[in-house]
């Protein structure tokens, strides 16, 4: 039998990412593939790295995409700056955060965790007492926004107790990147990753990092290799930074940068304030739809992220039945709880290029029918 062509149907993507592509950005993917050390390619890689240092808010030269998804971005923070014996501090609210003590441990480090629960963000009391108790913690480790639960926690208060005990940052942004206000150098954030398929809304694949100088510093002097050959950041910046002569390190995902390259040009054009204020404004006309419903937040008012609504699924209906009815009637992806949370929400994401008002309008009147079943 022959195999044809795969044509994905047309979908609105309201989960915890993939978010919609715009057809922009898809036209942009579809470009001639370069040389991935073609003159041409190389100044296209040098805007990124710019429009990465906007999107991030600073100006860490050691700004790039790492080729692999956000997973990566955080591995990547982690093998190098990590060696084998150092105290982390580690904050764990949800999933992710436990794939950030996961990555300390595989690297050798001693994690101390601060817990806090699913739903609530980081309380930075708790990370004072932890360096209080751990004077001689090189790292403090967050998820800026819980993806698995919807909360946000106060990157710019977390970073300033770190800076106060030495220590240095390494930050999850992989979904507040372009949805939520983040200030890298104001905040004073060592090491940040991202994804390409959050609210950048590019496809997913791609991690935007940035290290500050003070991290830099800290890889510059390790004693030790770092154990991943495809991350090691002193043979990664060969190709990235390399003034003129790039060294092949690996073969870029050189259509997929071109892609994310046109997302970060178009948030360029919007503003990253006024990409910050749509995700809020969205974020409140969607809280007024899903009230009318009966259903309900389960992140405080505060530390709600706009971009994540974890909700709560209304008595007696069934989670997995209604997820699928969307799927089947509407072409409409919404996500389910994930880890602790698994068949006790609904993860509404109104991420990048999907945080729209047809989209909110949507996903309300859609869940209205299926609910009335
Ligand atoms: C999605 C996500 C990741 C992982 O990103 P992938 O691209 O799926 O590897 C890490 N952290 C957070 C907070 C996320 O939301």
């Not at 969307?326 to 919404?334: F, Q, S, T, W």
């Not at 006790?344 to 729209?356: F, P, T």
Request: glycine share 10%; with cysteine; proline share 5%.
């Amino acid at each position: 039998m022959a195999i044809s062509s795969f044509h994905p149907p047309q979908r609105t993507l309201m989960g915890p990412g993939p978010s919609d592509v715009s057809a922009r950005v898809l036209a942009a993917l579809a470009r001639p593939t370069l040389g991935h050390l073609d003159p041409a390619f190389i100044g296209m890689m040098d805007e990124l790295k710019r429009l990465l240092q906007y999107a991030f808010q600073t100006e860490n030269a050691m700004t790039f995409a790492v080729s692999a998804p956000g997973s990566a971005g955080m591995e990547c923070c982690f093998v190098n700056l990590l060696e084998p014996g150092d105290k982390v501090i580690v904050c764990q609210n949800g999933v992710f955060g436990g794939r950030m003590k996961e990555n300390i441990e595989r690297c050798g480090g001693i994690p101390v965790l601060v817990e806090d629960p699913w739903g609530r963000a980081v309380d930075p009391d708790k990370v004072e007492a932890a360096f209080g108790a751990n004077p001689d913690a090189k790292f403090l480790a967050f998820v800026h926004a819980e993806t698995s639960t919807g909360a946000c926690s106060d990157a710019q208060t977390l970073c300033a107790i770190a800076k106060r005990y030495g220590a240095l940052t390494i930050v999850d942004a992989v979904t507040s990147l372009g949805g939520s206000p983040l200030k890298v150098d104001e905040w004073g954030i060592d090491a940040i990753y991202s994804g390409s398929q959050k609210c950048l809304s590019a496809p997913p694949g791609l991690s935007p990092v940035s290290f500050s100088d003070a991290a830099a510093e800290v890889i510059r002097q390790r004693k030790t290799k770092v154990q991943s050959w495809f991350l090691d950041l002193s043979l990664v910046m060969g190709y990235w930074a390399g003034e003129g002569k790039r060294a092949y390190h690996h073969t870029a995902p050189v259509n997929s940068l071109y892609a994310l390259h046109e997302s970060l040009v178009m948030l360029q054009e919007e503003g990253l304030e006024a990409s910050w204020q749509r995700h809020c404004d969205l974020h409140q006309q969607l809280k007024q739809g899903l009230a009318e419903l009966g259903i309900e937040f389960i992140v405080p008012e505060g530390d709600r992220l706009p971009q994540l609504n974890a909700v709560t699924i209304p008595a007696g209906v069934d989670d997995a039945a209604v997820r699928a009815a969307l799927l089947a009637d509407y072409n409409l992806e919404i996500g389910a709880g994930l880890g602790a949370l698994a068949g006790k929400v609904w993860r509404i994401g109104l991420m990048g290029h999907a945080a729209n008002q047809r989209n909110v309008d949507y996903c309300v009147a859609a869940l209205r029918e299926v609910l009335s079943r």
